[in-house]
C-alpha cells in the first residue's frame, strides 16, 4: 500500500507528524480520525508537495493564490446562508473563479460528491487553506454550524487583509518619494557635482574641506557605482538567506521586540492575531488544546512563537492561560489582564475576540500615525542632503571669484 506522511494536533494538543500506510488519503484521515487526532495533512511519502511545505511559492501560477481566500470564504457564506446545499454551492462557486481557484474548487466538490468531508477535502489543499481554517471547518461540520463559521472565518480574514492592504496603500507614496529622492541625489553625485570640478580646479585656489568632502564622494560614487549596486544586492540576498534559519530569524524578531514603537506595534499586531484565531477556534469547538497548536503555527514572530509554546505547556499541565502569558513577558499587560477575565468569567472566547477588536484598533491607529510622518521625515531628510551639497557648492563658487565679500 502506498505511505503517506501526515500531520494532525494529537488530543493533548501536539502537533504530530508521521507516516502511515494506507490505500488511499482518506484511509490515512480515517486511521487518524480513529486515534483522537485532528487531521492536518496527509500527503504521499515523496510528494514534492510535502517538502515545499515552507518554502515560498514564486511565480508558479498553477497554484491558487491564498489573496482569493476571504472572497471564497465569503462568496460560499452567502451560498450556504441561501439554503444551497454544500456540493451545490461549491459547484456555483467554480464560475466566480477562473484559474487554479476554479481547479481548487472542483476537486474540493469532487472529494465532497465522493464522500469525503469539506475539512478533508480542503486539509488536502494546503496551498490555499492553512491548518487554523482546516481546523475550524472540522469544528464547523462536527458542530453543524458550517454556515456560521464560514462567515466569520470570512470576516475575519477580509479584515486582516484589509488592514494589510491599508499599509500597502499607505507606503506607496513614501516609497515614491524616497525612490525619486534617492535617483535625485544620485544623479546630482553622479552628473552634477563632477561639472564643478574643472571650474575649481582652474581658480587653483584652496577648497573647502565640505566642499573636498562631497568631490571625493562624487568620485568614488562614479568609480565604484556598480559595486555599490551589486553589494546592496547581495547582502538582500545573504540576508533573505539567512532569515530562514530559525536561530538567526528567532534573534532577530527578539530584538525587533526591543526596538521602541516598533517592538511595541509588533507585540500588539501578533497579540491581536493570536486572540483572534484562538477565540475563533474556541467559539466554532475547537478543543482548547487543539486550538492552542493550531494557533501556535499563525504566529509569526518566532520569540513570540517560541513563548508561545510554553504556554500550551503549562495549559497541558491543566493550568490557566493568563499566568504562563504573564510569565513570557512578551505579550502586553492588557492581554493577560484581559484573558484573565475570560477564565474567571468562563468567557475567554469572547474576551479573546475583544481583545483582537482592541489592538486591531489600535494597530491602525499607530500605523497611520506613523506613516503620517514618514513622508515629512523622508522629505525633510532627502531635503537637508540636498541643501548641504548645494550649500557647500554655492558657498565655494563664491569664494573662488571672491563674491563672498
Keep these: 500500500m502506498p505511505l503517506y506522511r501526515y500531520q494532525a494536533v494529537a488530543a493533548s494538543g501536539d502537533m504530530v507528524t508521521g507516516e502511515l500506510e494506507a490505500a488511499t488519503r482518506d484511509g ?25 511545505l515552507t518554502l515560498p511559492n514564486w511565480g508558479d501560477r498553477s497554484k491558487p493564490k491564498a489573496a482569493k481566500l476571504p472572497l471564497l470564504t465569503h462568496q460560499l457564506s452567502i451560498l450556504l446562508q441561501a439554503g444551497l446545499p454544500l456540493d451545490r454551492a461549491l459547484e456555483i462557486g467554480q464560475r466566480m473563479f477562473g484559474g487554479a481557484e476554479r481547479g481548487t474548487l472542483r476537486e474540493l466538490l469532487d472529494a465532497v460528491r465522493g464522500g469525503r468531508s469539506l475539512a478533508d477535502a480542503m486539509a488536502a489543499q494546503k496551498a490555499l487553506f492553512p491548518p487554523f481554517y482546516v481546523g475550524m471547518i472540522r469544528a464547523a461540520e462536527a458542530g453543524g454550524s458550517l454556515e456560521t463559521t464560514l462567515r466569520h472565518l470570512a470576516e475575519y480574514l477580509e479584515r486582516r487583509a484589509a488592514a494589510r492592504e491599508q499599509v500597502k496603500s499607505a507606503l506607496v507614496y513614501p516609497v515614491l518619494v524616497l525612490t525619486m529622492g534617492c535617483l535625485s541625489i544620485g544623479a546630482l553625485f553622479g552628473f552634477v557635482i563632477p561639472s564643478f570640478r574643472p571650474l575649481f580646479v582652474d581658480s587653483g585656489k584652496p577648497l573647502p574641506a565640505s566642499t573636498e568632502l562631497i568631490l571625493a564622494v562624487s568620485d568614488g560614487f562614479l568609480a565604484t557605482w556598480w559595486i555599490i549596486i551589486v553589494a546592496i544586492v547581495a ?67 518566532l520569540a513570540l512563537r517560541a513563548g508561545f509554546v510554553a504556554v500550551i505547556d503549562s495549559v497541558k499541565e491543566g493550568k490557566g492561560l493568563a499566568d504562563p502569558l504573564a510569565r513570557t513577558k512578551l505579550f502586553p499587560q492588557l492581554v493577560v489582564d484581559l484573558v484573565r477575565v475570560g477564565e474567571e468569567t468562563a468567557r475567554l472566547d469572547d474576551m479573546l475576540l475583544k481583545i483582537a477588536e482592541i489592538y486591531d484598533a489600535d494597530t491602525q491607529r499607530t500605523v497611520a500615525r506613523l506613516l503620517a510622518l514618514l513622508v515629512p521625515a523622508v522629505t525633510v531628510g532627502l531635503g537637508l542632503i540636498v541643501a548641504l551639497v548645494v550649500g557647500s557648492i554655492l558657498t565655494t563658487i563664491l569664494s573662488v571669484y571672491d563674491l563672498a565679500a
Design 28 to 52: 490515512v484521515i480515517e486511521l487518524l480520525h480513529g486515534q483522537g487526532h485532528v487531521p492536518i495533512r496527509a500527503d504521499l511519502a515523496g510528494s514534492v508537495s510535502w517538502w515545499r
Design 235 to 301: 547582502l538582500v540576498l545573504l540576508a533573505r538567506a539567512q532569515l530562514r534559519r530559525k536561530l538567526v530569524r528567532e534573534w532577530c524578531d527578539r530584538r525587533l521586540l526591543t526596538v521602541p514603537v516598533i517592538g511595541e506595534l509588533l507585540a500588539k499586531t501578533e497579540s491581536a492575531r493570536i486572540s483572534r484565531t484562538l477565540g475563533t477556534l474556541l467559539k466554532n469547538g475547537v478543543a482548547p488544546l487543539a486550538a492552542l497548536t493550531i494557533t501556535h503555527e499563525t504566529v509569526g514572530n
